[in-house]
């Protein structure tokens, strides 16, 4: 039985369940002199029947799809003769994927195995029998679900308390849902890190100024595993991450004060959400026109007064980048100057001073701490940035000073190594991850300072 | 110095004082512009770098629907490169060198022999007849007809040789070379010949991702909004909760990608490039917006709607979802608006989980291999040929007229429903 015929029953019983439940509400209602009489409105009960129906059903067709497969295969495995199934694991998971390949009519060797064969079409037949008591199981689920429901009905049912408990629950479910992503974040970056650093002791790794993962050309070749110091691919993030701040923290703060302490309303009205069309391009137009306009302008006016200049130099990346986070500097610092309060301002005015020295000596000090929480965001922002150092930086790992040079960051160094076919416990790969957990502890740290130096900030003034 | 009075300093030093004050606006101003003139200066780059790619050029060539080449029986396995060859040489009957041949058959695209498979499947009876047909040209073609390729350059320089530009002057003096709108840039899937790689397939993997990012992060973000908002006490956990949203909303996306990766493909074992993982590692990265923003919109939803509700009997759960939500949902509309955009601009996740792959199909189903909008342009911005630039900003430009629409779409709602309390 297909997914979709399934899918159209179930809907087809669970909207029954609804309609009928509901009915039956009202006729019993109606039968005891009025619905006032019943705990619940019969929407409720309804839903209540509607979500006997389905709840239970979900969480069977859940459990099914999460072990039928390591059944399934456990089942194939077993009826293989014992020569198969004496092989180390690896042999066997290698066999086992030849039986499923097999069985989806996939057949790259030319002879094969009649052994498998017979086992692929174990397996086929496995398959189709648990599709059909999948399908059978769910059918009957769901209408014992809708006769449960039916049987625990009655007027002093306290059914809409127990249809909110249940929405409540999916509510707490959903909210949960973003602490389960943080874990799976530092669980899945963890546990990949450990395993490389189990091959790469960590202080090579954070110590290390060579990067060179590539090396390995022969796997047993000595020192094939490369090297991996992380301290280049970090001082080359840093010198971009440095240029785009030079750029985007200027630019930023002065175009905030502008907007906020000159400008007039008209002005502001437009100018704001103009550069704030900055934020929305994606990164990729960035990278791209980093790399197709900016750079060569780069090179050309270099080698113009003499200078020797990379056409994947820092400088272009970072300066692209420092736009790319312009509006972001000018959002918060705009956000910031404006809680400041105006009797501050005011105070200033009235000892003379004029609007550029209450700016400068009043309101950014009052600001700062704002401010700088936002630089910091904006700085984490620009490490963790992608596109745009994928596209317009360069590979190799200098570690130098020098923004004509090109260099590398962290975030290309994991896209270089993990786009393409990877095996999945070669140090290669396995560096990426070790790059990731550091880009996420460092981003994490900048983040939570940022956000409760703002955040303080705020209270300071509210 | 000293009998000098504070008014005579003041004034002394208030010339100066004004100048600073000129000079700090103006450093205001500058930023300002700045910034515009940057926007501009892009904008304007990438539009003068792609609009050429709308048109393309078009080779008029006689066909003799050669029946000795065509095998009536079976037209669809046909040797139409053979036709297409044999007609470049009946237009240019002097081409006799092998070299020289080879340089004549790379006027036309190799999608041209695609072109009359199909004029003949549509209509066997061509067979056997004489037409003339209008054959896409190859981008080296497009590209000298476009004026990106220099005349006067020598002849090593550029990617087509003196030989083949007398041919095709010949071709214009006969009027045999029109320019025509690009429709295979909308209707194609990805292509090694810039001259009918389209963006169809991309746009199209795109939309699968964005229905599996909106399906997932609407609801479940709406719902984390309103628990947090709404319900949950003010706890430690609830805390520990808001920090980490507010955090994850900041972690780079590529991060995200790492995630997909090792959580997506290697433990759940999904299929590689498919627009299913795309659209569950866009969802865990817009989920934080979503939820971020409709928070804000629950919470400018006054109070006294909610203690009027409950007033009336309501309980507690019905006062939310039949009262405040309603009212906050232009807001979160907004929002989730504005989080897809992003989803939609976002590129480094996917080069983890594999989307970067050369797809000429269009996918079909959310479990096709496919890359999305974003990818395409990095993946054709990679790519030597100077037609791939050309469609690159050509792609740029369309993603971002979607990006355009719906952030336009966004701010016209919260103009249309937005209420002041």
């Known amino acids: 039985m297909s997914n979709l015929l399934l899918t159209a029953i179930l809907l087809g019983l669970v909207s029954f369940g609804y309609t009928y439940g509901r009915k039956h509400a009202f006729t019993t209602g109606h039968s005891i002199g009025g619905i006032s009489k019943l705990h619940s409105r019969p929407t409720y009960h309804g839903m209540l029947i509607a979500m006997w129906c389905i709840l239970p059903t979900f969480l069977v067709l859940l459990i099914w799809e999460a072990i039928e497969p390591s059944v399934i295969s456990s089942m194939v495995v077993s009826s293989l003769p014992e020569k198969y199934i004496s092989l180390p694991p690896e042999r066997l998971g290698l066999i086992l994927n030849d039986v499923k390949n097999l069985a989806q009519g996939l057949n790259f060797g030319s002879t094969v195995d009649p052994v498998l064969l017979e086992a692929s079409i174990h397996y086929q037949q496995l398959q189709q029998t648990g599709i059909n008591i999948k399908s059978a199981s769910i059918i009957v689920m769901a209408i014992a679900g809708l006769l449960i429901g039916f049987k625990f009905f009655s007027p002093k049912l306290r059914a809409r308390n127990h249809v909110e408990q249940i929405v409540r629950c999916f509510l707490i479910l959903c909210s949960l849902i973003a602490i389960f992503t943080t874990i799976g974040i530092v669980l899945s970056v963890l546990f990949e890190a450990i395993r490389f650093f189990q091959k790469i002791p960590v202080g090579d790794f954070l110590f290390g100024l060579t990067w060179s993962p590539q090396t390995s050309i022969r796997p047993d070749q000595v020192g094939a595993s490369g090297e991996f110091g992380a301290v280049p691919v970090f001082g080359g993030t840093i010198l971009i991450s440095a240029i785009a701040m030079l750029v985007a923290a200027p630019t930023g703060l002065m175009s905030a004060i502008y907007l906020s302490e000159y400008a007039s309303k008209k002005v502001r009205a437009t100018a704001k959400p103009l550069i704030e ?47 790319m986070i312009i509006p972001f500097v000018m959002s918060i610092s705009d956000d910031v100057i404006n809680a400041v309060p105006q009797t501050l301002r005011d105070g200033s005015y009235g000892l003379g001073a004029t609007k550029s020295e209450t700016i400068k000596n009043v ?22 940035e992608t596109m745009i150092v994928v596209m317009a930086a360069g590979l190799s790992a200098n570690l130098t000073a020098n923004p004509l040079q090109a260099v590398t960051t962290v975030t290309v160094q994991i896209v270089t190594l993990l786009v393409g076919d990877q095996e999945f416990d070669s140090s290669k790969t396995l560096a990426a991850f070790a790059l990731g957990l550091l880009l996420f502890v460092v981003t994490l740290i900048l983040n939570v300072l940022a956000l409760y130096i703002v955040r303080k900030y705020r209270e300071e003034y509210e | 110095m000293n009998n000098q009075k504070p008014m005579d300093i003041v004034q002394a030093g208030l010339a100066k004082r004004y100048k600073k004050e000129k000079r700090f606006k103006l450093i205001g101003l500058s930023a300002i512009i700045f910034s515009l003139m940057f926007l501009v200066f892009l904008f304007s780059s990438i539009f003068l770098n792609g609009y050429k790619a709308f048109y393309q050029a078009e080779l008029r060539i006689d066909v003799f629907f050669d029946p000795a080449l065509l095998d009536i029986k079976d037209p669809a396995s046909a040797n139409f490169d053979a ?35 199909d004029m003949v499947l549509a209509d066997p009876a061509l067979v056997g007849q004489n037409r003339s047909v209008w054959l896409l040209a190859d981008d080296d073609v497009d590209m000298l007809m476009k004026g990106y390729i220099d005349r006067n350059l020598p002849q090593s320089d550029r990617r087509i040789s003196d030989v083949q530009i007398g041919w095709i002057d010949k071709l214009i003096d006969a009027g045999r070379v029109k320019f025509r709108f690009n429709i295979g840039f909308f209707t194609n899937g990805d292509s090694r010949e810039p001259e009918s790689a389209g963006i169809l397939g991309a746009a199209m993997g795109s939309f699968y991702m964005l229905a599996i990012t909106l399906v997932l992060s609407f609801p479940i973000g709406i719902g984390a909004a309103i628990y947090l908002e709404e319900f949950a006490a003010k706890n430690r956990i609830t805390d520990i909760i808001e920090v980490n949203i507010n955090n994850l909303a900041a972690v780079p996306s590529i991060v995200f990608g790492l995630l997909g990766l090792a959580v997506f493909l290697n433990f759940f074992h999904l299929p590689r490039s498919a627009p299913l993982v795309g659209g569950l590692v866009l969802f865990l990265m817009t989920l934080p917006t979503i939820i971020i923003t409709g928070r804000v919109a629950l919470q400018s939803v006054p109070p006294s709607i909610r203690e009027a509700a409950l007033g009336v009997g309501a309980s507690k759960m019905q006062a939310v979802l039949h009262h405040v939500l309603p009212l906050a949902m232009p807001g979160m509309l907004t929002g989730a608006i504005i989080g897809m955009a992003r989803a939609l601009g976002e590129s480094a996740p996917l080069l983890m989980i594999g989307m970067v792959a050369f797809i000429v199909d269009i996918p079909a189903g959310i479990t096709d291999p496919a890359t999305a909008l974003p990818v395409q342009i990095y993946l054709w911005a990679d790519s030597p040929e100077r037609a791939f630039v050309e469609r690159t900003s050509a792609a740029i430009m369309v993603l971002l007229t979607f990006l355009v629409l719906m952030n336009g779409t966004a701010v016209y709602l919260r103009s249309k429903f937005e209420r002041r309390w």
Do not use: H, N, W
């Open chain 2, 83 to 117: 036709l297409v060859k044999k007609s470049l040489r009946t237009t240019f009957p002097d081409v006799k060198k092998r070299k020289e041949k080879k340089k004549l058959y790379g006027l036309v695209s190799t999608d041209g022999s695609f072109q009359l498979r």
């Open chain 1, 363 to 384: 309101v950014i000090p009052a600001a700062l701490p704002g401010i700088v929480g936002g630089l910091l965001l904006a700085v984490s922002r620009a490490i963790g």
């Open chain 1, 277 to 323: 069309i900055l934020a929305g391009v994606p990164t990729v137009v960035y990278g791209f026109f980093a790399a197709l306009v900016i750079a060569p302008l780069i090179r050309d006016a270099g080698t113009a007064v003499g200078l020797e200049v990379s056409s994947e130099s820092a400088l272009a990346a970072g300066l692209i980048m420092g736009i």
